[in-house]
């Protein structure tokens, strides 16, 4: 049997499938950013050619704001960076380290965010997420989309308070030595000083 069938990762297989959508599939995902799937137009092809099959309807949704999201947060020519960070969290870290030097104000103000960002419930969190993307696409941070979905399915879930403090432990924690963050395997190996993808 083989293991490259869409049941036996479908968040991979998701993601591979939207990384080789053509220009005019991302525009239609791009264009649907900010709604629901039952609010979406022109697109139902297009996400569900690349939905894999058995996904359980009430995450429909959540696949289809990461397929959005993707489309607006990503480039054709490079839609895979070498080094994404490990998880939402240490991807607003870079944006927080290449603004530090510019502003206290504006890390004050991307603080800010990030702590609304971890208050949101499931229902404001669509909102919160695009318009921390838009940011992250501003300042060229690339995000690893996999663990994206993966936490965005567990947001209204038990475990939903781990996702959390990842994110907020990957964003807040002090700068680590290279030897340190190679040390633990459960921590993020992207949560460096160099903000270079």
Same mark, same amino acid.
């Given at each position: 049997m083989s293991s490259t069938t869409s049941s036996s990762d479908p968040i991979d297989y998701f993601i591979r499938r939207l990384e080789t959508l053509d220009s005019g599939g991302r525009a239609r995902l791009k264009r649907n950013a900010g709604r629901t799937l039952n609010e979406a137009r022109d697109v139902y092809q297009v996400f569900f050619s690349i939905l894999p099959f058995g996904v359980h309807e009430r995450d429909h949704n959540d696949y289809f704001l990461i397929a959005t999201l993707y489309a607006a947060g990503t480039r054709r020519d490079?839609?895979?960076? #070498?080094?994404?960070? /490990?998880?939402?969290? #240490?991807?607003?870290? /870079?944006?927080?380290?290449?603004?530090?030097?510019?502003?206290d104000d504006r890390q004050i103000s991307l603080d800010k965010r990030i702590e609304t960002l971890l208050d949101a419930d499931r229902e404001q969190l669509d909102f919160r997420l695009r318009q921390l993307v838009s940011l992250l696409v501003a300042h060229e941070v690339a995000v690893d989309w996999r663990r994206l979905l993966r936490d965005v399915l567990d947001w209204d879930r038990e475990d939903r308070q781990s996702v959390k403090i990842t994110w907020a432990r990957h964003y807040y924690a002090p700068a680590r030595t290279a030897t340190n963050e190679n040390s633990s395997s459960t921590t993020d190996s992207s949560v460096a000083i160099s903000t270079q993808e």
């Open positions: 490079n839609p895979r960076p #070498a080094n994404p960070p /490990r998880s939402f969290g #240490a991807s607003l870290r /870079r944006v927080r380290q290449q603004i530090q030097a510019d502003s």
